[in-house]
């Protein structure tokens, strides 16, 4: 069973465009992440869920939109894909917020043409 | 806000050399914590530190905490080429993240 899964692994998509990216872990965490990977490696974090309440919202667009219906699932929109947001978008969760390893999912790799 | 560094950014190394990579927070850590991200893939985590100057081994990684908190190191003996990859140290912030260092790349030549 795989512990945090995300959909799509690949999305290619046009500028102007709106995508969604759904995660769901199954490890029974409260806290859930998402992470932005430039070309670079760097890691950054966007924003954080406990038990459905965000507590992590960094500086990001507010054209990016997170979602957590439930402590299981967090998911990702954006509207008007710009060429800049072409990246790897990684999930993790974690059992309780900051100080726990993380798991992350396999990522999505978000092209924009 | 808190920082943490880390060094070098590449390593390419010849295998069965050694390899280390090492993390500088600018606040003193509760824990560090080491994750491996093989090309392609997504970070897995190996290992916390959370004891003042702990020392822990994992095969061939040694992982250390210094004796301040604020410091860590990762060191790979006799590289493998499955040992090639990213490996990035993280500390928990004040607040609810972790922050990551900007990770070390590994290249092994066989």
């Known amino acids: 069973d795989t512990a945090v899964s995300q959909t799509p692994k690949y999305l290619v998509t046009q500028m102007g465009n709106d995508k969604s990216i759904k995660c769901e872990q199954n490890l029974g965490h409260d806290t859930m992440y998402w992470y932005k990977q430039d070309s670079k490696k760097f890691l950054k974090i966007m924003f954080s869920y406990n038990n459905k309440e965000l507590i992590i919202n960094e500086t990001v667009p507010n054209r990016f939109s997170p979602k957590s219906p439930d402590k299981a699932h967090l998911n990702l929109h954006i509207n008007s894909l710009e060429l800049g947001d072409s990246a790897v978008y990684f999930c993790a969760s974690s059992q309780d917020r900051g100080r726990q390893p993380q798991h992350f999912g396999d990522g999505t790799r978000l092209s924009i043409l | ?110």
């Not at chain 2, 950014?9 to 050694?18: A, N, R």
């Not at chain 2, 301040?68 to 500390?91: E, P, R, W």
Request: hydrophobic share 30%; proline share 4%; with cysteine.
């Open chain 2, 1 to 110: 806000g808190q920082q943490v560094m880390q060094i070098p950014q590449y390593q390419h190394v010849q295998e069965g050399e050694d390899f280390t990579t090492y993390c500088n927070s600018s606040t003193t850590l509760s824990n560090i914590q080491w994750y491996k991200q093989r090309p392609g893939g997504h970070p897995v985590f190996l290992i916390q530190l959370v004891k003042s100057g702990e020392v822990k081994k994992q095969k061939r990684l040694t992982f250390q905490f210094g004796e301040a908190k604020k410091n860590s190191s990762l060191h790979i003996t006799a590289t493998q080429t499955t040992d090639v990859g990213t490996y990035f140290c993280a500390g928990p912030s004040d607040g609810n993240k972790l922050v990551f260092g900007a990770g070390t790349i590994l290249r092994v030549k066989s």
